[in-house]
């Protein structure tokens, strides 16, 4: 049996005695009393996320809502004769477990075999990692609201508007399965996020970033950013769109490269779709994300290996871009939700692709090694040591950015992105920051900007839904299309 | 007392004694004693929402209710005529109590139906309630409640999905995926498959609050897509079914759907956009069709008058609206055209907003949104319609909730969700294809994707099937076009609509909250033309 959890001191999670999520303990007993309720012969694995939460949201410098919730969220999945199925519950009692062994049981009788032998795993081996912060579980309801009254304060003196939201969570993550598989870890997350108007709507400016630990986030001064540049970005001025030197603050190079992490995926390439296909097969509409119909066996008839732009370099030199679940700043499980291990991996290295993700299937056929190598979406991307203040010295003409929304592929061969700037947008001319500009919709892709580089700053952690660990960047030409003046 | 009523209160009971001192896990749905839950109208379940309320009541509430959903989910693709895969089969539950207290809410959720929990749930609710009050910034006000709601109400279904055997369902779309792979395409050198995805859904939910309501309600969604690619060597053309569309309703609604009509229409479209040239950027006079008309109304008129966005309660999450708030303006917001007219409701029978009372226990009217081009009326909640006294005062509106109020499932706080939505058609019968024949240089763009930014100002629209339109005729198709708007201004530029007849209902889903919840309604729309629109290659950087 392994456990990364009996391997890890207990004493390091004082307060893990779990009173709001399932312990360790309770998914072992909550395996054995599946298996117990399954016909002889199944193989049976669980994921379990159980989860409790405790947020408080504000507006218009009010509290509006605060809420606690506890969820138990398992999905049993059952192997039997190389078939499979699963099915997701939220309530752990006899008749619930019952019933999804009894849907299960009708899907394995319809389905054909697999070709492929499948055996449930007994043992893995994950890289240790810290997830845990006391801090971030003891934050209740009294000290958020009372914390909600400190943090609004200097918006409400200066009669703007504060909107916030505050979230911790505890999760119980587990695998385990009846090869005697048993991975479990105890998480907190904690975020927090403020968006600052101006009541006569024409200045915004937001901030926001998420910890495991809720001492590493500084409430105060994420509200004082916000308000600061809500207070700058006050009556904005139209320009013309075009290609300007950009300088993308930590959550803006984040939200532009979140489609490029996300397709970070081998298969495709494989089968000549996506930008990390050495010979994409042209369409005139690429619009189009390739789905999960795409299968594997196309990849194998096809001959697969090789077209991938693996080995290429497909950024600036400066850029690496890696994941490791035991990242101080921004660690994730060191597992996914089939137990396979999630790998320190080096996506990009010096601007070479160096790895893409494939599932197990893939690494079994293709590549003849026995696990997959996952990608969780958490990630870290190399900095330099330029400041912010520097790059806006260096900068002739050109934009400041805080953020960018709504960010959206319309073509994925070349990740071409479209969305809009805001919460922040300012000119900057001759090294100086020189006056708000009304917001732009972009259209650019990440593959050129971070080709594109002029310089970079220090990475920080952003609010995104697995840890991103981000520098800012200084960009040239990158592409504004059009007015969206929306504040 | 029904049997199966004693039997679970017995078991729960038991159980709970039983794990009286076994730590925390009862708080986790770990009760392995319960055989037997509760579905929506068991009378089991309204004593255990009066628990949840007595307690709320006694940890100082002057207002309380409390959700009990139970989410059965199921979805299947079937990417070929010999395979399919489950995307999802789930049946998750929850029990949520809301707490007034000193003017503040509290909420908490988790997913044991247990007296004992919900007990637990309507205290902690209370207690966040109270510490929210000692902010003492803003104090909620609900105004008068409304009539008692008392009763059971279903979504109007022929067959449950959930009743038909799987091998049916993988058949029914297995035939539906043939309709594309049997299609005679001649010498034409192309490879034609098609895709169907379905998701079904049954909410059984349950609400009781302290004005005495007490409903049950079941509702049942179907999301069905059918997309189908045409590949030729000199590019891919897609198109998605017309006919199929997320709405509510049973099994009924795929199986009987007229797929075979309307597949061959399909793949000859999706044909043509293999042809289609690229797009020259220009202003064009536009028509769009009625289904992607749904968009630009659910988003540039639908959400853009929910009022938590137009007073700034979402600004932090699914962000503002561009129309101004009407507590600060003498006159109403007007978009300066007399064409348009939206109406609100959630009563249509397939409508995915539809229910008979809403989370709050407020039976919705329908109501005007927008007569003769000016916003007349707001989306709101209890809370929300007393801020919206004096202006409904002033209109001659009755000041009471629109009925709007929903959470995504118990485990979710209740906040203003979208109501379905009616763009009233025209006096006369105009079509889509007359609306075209009146256009001398232009587009016509059928399907696809409408976006906006987070003030539902500028946006985007990018279709499926894009026409190019020269003197009334269309004389062939674009690609990678992309129209770009300002609403006000687009709503401006609105020159004709589509008459009764034209009318086509859609299935829109929307995200806001933090947490973030889901929000489906439907939206009917005609076509229309807009005259001088900017379009752009979506592929051309600046």
Known sequence: MSSIFSRLSRSTWSLFTPDRFLSADACQELLARIIGMSPSGWEISLHIESRWSGNLRWARNAITTAGDTTEPRVTITVHHRNRSANFKINRLDDASIRSALAHISRRLELQAPSDIPFALRSAEDYIQTELWSDATYQLDAAQRAALQRQLVGSAEAEQLLSAGYLEVSAIGNGVVNSAGLFAYLPETRAEFSVTVRDPSGTGSGWAGVASKDWRDIDAARLSAIALDKCKRSIDPVAIEPGRYTVILEPQAVSDLMRPLISSLSRVPAEMGMGPWADRPEQTAQTDFLPDDSISLAATVSSGGGGNSKIGQLVLDPRITISADPADPEGPFVPFAPDGSPNRAVKWIENGVLRELSYPRSYANQMLNKPDPLNNSGAYRMSGGDTTIEEMIARTERGLLVTRLTNVRVVDLNSLLCTGTTSDGLWLIERGEITRPVKNFRFRESPLFAFNSLEALGKPVRVLQPMPAIVPPAMVHDFSMTSLADAV | ????????????????????????????????????????????????????????????????????????????????????????????????????????????????????????????????????????????????????????????????????????????????????????????????????????????????????????????????????????????????????????????????????????????????????????????????????????????????????????????????????????????????????????????????????????????????????????????????????????????????????????????????????????????????????AGVKKGLAICAGTVTVDRQQLNGEINGELVYEIRDGKVVGTVHSSEALFRAPELWRSLKGIGGRGSEYRAGITVRKGQPEQVCHFSVGAVPALFEKVAVTNKLRKA
Not at chain 2, 19 to 38: R, T
Not at chain 2, 223 to 237: D, F, H, I, K
Not at chain 2, 341 to 363: C, I, Y
Request: aromatic share 8%.
């Open chain 2, 1 to 436: 007392m029904s049997p199966t009523r004693r039997d679970f209160l017995k078991t729960i009971s038991a159980a709970t004694l039983s794990l009286a001192g076994g730590g925390g896990n009862a708080l986790f749905g770990l009760l392995p004693g319960i055989d037997l839950y509760p579905h929506a109208g068991d009378p089991a379940l309204k004593e255990l929402a009066a628990r949840a309320l007595d307690a709320a009541r006694a940890a100082g509430a002057s207002y309380a209710d409390v959700r009990f959903t139970l989410t059965r989910l199921e979805g299947l693709r079937i990417p070929s005529v010999h395979s399919y895969q489950h995307t999802a089969d789930q049946e998750f539950a929850g029990v949520g109590v809301r707490a007034l207290v000193d003017g503040a809410w509290g909420f908490a959720s988790s997913t044991l139906w247990t007296a004992d929990e919900v007990a637990r749930l309507a205290t902690e609710a209370a207690v966040q309630a109270k510490h929210n009050a000692a902010a003492g910034r803003r104090r909620v006000e609900l105004g008068p409640p409304p009539a008692p709601a008392n009763g059971e109400w279903q979504t109007p279904i022929r067959r449950d999905p959930f009743t038909v055997p799987l091998a049916e369902k993988i058949e029914t779309g297995w035939a539906f995926v043939e309709l594309a792979s049997r299609y005679n395409i001649g010498a034409r050198n192309a490879n034609l498959g098609a895709t169907l995805d379905t998701t079904w859904e049954r909410q059984e939910r349950t609400f009781a609050s302290t004005d005495g309501a007490f409903t049950s309600q079941t509702v049942y969604r179907v999301t069905p897509s059918y997309r189908l690619s045409v590949q030729r060597p000199r590019g891919t053309g897609r198109r998605s079914s017309d006919l199929l569309r997320p709405r509510a309703g049973g099994w009924e609604v795929l199986a009987e759907a007229p797929l075979r009509d309307e597949v061959p229409r399909l793949v000859e479209e999706a044909f043509l956009m293999t042809e289609a040239e690229r797009i020259v950027p220009d202003r064009y006079d536009v028509v769009i069709d009625a289904r992607l008309m749904t968009q630009l109304v659910a988003l540039t008129i639908g959400t853009a008058t929910e009022l938590d966005r137009i007073l700034g309660y979402e600004a932090n999450a699914g962000g503002t609206s561009y129309i101004a708030s009407p507590i600060d303006q003498a006159e109403p917001y007007a978009f300066d055209t007399g064409l348009l007219n939206v109406r609100a409701n959630r009563s249509q029978p397939d409508g995915l907003a539809t229910v008979r009372w809403d989370d709050e226990g407020v039976e919705p009217e329908e109501y005007d949104v927008v007569r003769d081009g000016v916003v007349v009326d707001y989306h709101t909640t209890r809370e929300l319609s007393t801020e919206l006294a004096a202006w409904h005062g002033r209109h001659g509106l009755p000041n009471r909730s629109r009925g709007c109020a929903a959470g995504e499932d118990a485990l979710a706080v209740t906040m203003l969700q979208p109501p379905n939505l009616e763009m009233l058609p025209g006096a006369d019968a105009t079509t889509f294809d007359e609306l075209v």
